[in-house]
């Protein structure tokens, strides 16, 4: 099996450096076009590509600026025809206890990392809706998905994107576009005074960049959560507990006194669509 992105054209947003720079080489180096996006460094990322022998163009647009990403999507069109793979990766951080953070800081990392998704997808949309195919990669965190202290903004924004594409997975099914997204973990100037030496040096961003090749390619699955980092690979899910049916004289205090069974992991399964979840509520309550 070999990904070739030969004749297909990605777009990866934050591409100036990082973990971005580092996607959009692996994808250039198989073939495909790349616009990189990013407010610093986009041409000499671009200049590293030629020299590679492979094709990009630069695009210094601010992912939170929705006509920066009409005009972005508006350039791949002009300059390659089409547009296959988007990757929302641009990104920034402003961290701070919940209590010390000002409002300005917390709606500074939704506008990038959340609205930067949105703008950035529903920029690329009508073009992959038309060419019946696209891939779309979410960029995550853990920081999201589980917590991390002094990052209230960046994992509300970071599990917003989850949200995204949850709901994205189900829309654009149809159109043979595929949304997943990635939960990284590599040395960057982002984490470069978060992470001890010892973990940074296992932590090279190219390590990352095989999650992207695979969400890129025509095989690639749709709605998943890979995480990545250091040469392994995980699937996170959402997963919940079989329900418990306590009938219609439930209590909050019998939820405590069966505490244990309603978390009980066994039967635990992860749930494709809100109507699947209601589903499962409206059965339970019918079978018992
Ligand atoms: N490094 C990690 O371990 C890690 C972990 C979890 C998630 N992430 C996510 O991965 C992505 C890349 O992070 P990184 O570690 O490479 O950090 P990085 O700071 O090296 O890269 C982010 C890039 O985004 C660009 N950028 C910032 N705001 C922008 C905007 N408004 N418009 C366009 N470009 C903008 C920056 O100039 C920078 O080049 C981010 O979304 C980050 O949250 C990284």
């Known amino acids: 099996m070999f990904f070739d992105f030969k004749n297909q054209v990605a777009i990866v947003t934050g591409a100036g450096g990082g973990l971005g720079r580092s996607y959009a080489l ?12 990013d407010l610093n460094n986009a041409q000499a990322v671009v200049e590293e590509i030629i020299k590679n022998g492979g094709k990009a163009i630069a695009n210094n647009g601010n992912v939170a ?9 508006a350039q791949a069109i002009d300059a390659y025809g089409r547009i296959d793979i988007l990757v929302n990766n641009a990104g920034i951080l402003r961290d701070k206890s919940f209590a010390k953070m000002q409002l300005e800081d917390f709606k500074a990392v939704m506008d990038v990392h959340l609205m930067g998704s949105v703008n950035a997808s529903k920029a ?29 903004n960046y994992g509300a924004a970071k599990m917003g994107v989850v949200g995204l594409m949850n709901t994205f997975k189900l829309e654009f ?18 984490t470069e005074n978060l992470m001890p030496e010892e973990a940074l040096k296992i932590l090279n961003p190219d390590l990352v960049s095989p999650a992207i090749v695979y969400l890129s390619a025509k095989e690639a699955p749709n709605g998943e959560i890979i995480s990545a980092g250091g040469g392994s690979f ?24 069966n505490w244990s069974k309603i978390t009980d992991p ?4 992860s749930i494709a669509s ?12 019918f079978s018992s």
């Open 274 to 285: 809100g109507p699947e979840h209601s589903l499962k509520f409206i059965s339970k309550a």
């Open 173 to 190: 099914k149809k159109y043979n576009i595929h949304v997943n997204t990635v939960v990284p973990i590599a040395a960057t100037q982002m």
């Open 65 to 73: 600026s929705n006509e920066d990403m009409q005009k972005m999507a």
């Open 26 to 37: 692996a994808l250039a180096a198989r073939g495909a076009s790349v616009v990189i996006n």
């Open 266 to 269: 066994l039967g635990e399964k």
């Open 234 to 257: 995980a699937r996170a899910r959402i997963v919940e507990s079989e329900a418990l049916y306590l009938g219609n004289d439930a209590s909050g205090e019998m939820i405590a006194e």
């Open 124 to 152: 690329v949309l009508a073009t992959m809706q038309d060419q019946q195919y696209g891939r779309i990669i979410m960029i995550s965190s853990s920081s999201g998905l589980y917590g991390n202290f002094g990052q209230s």
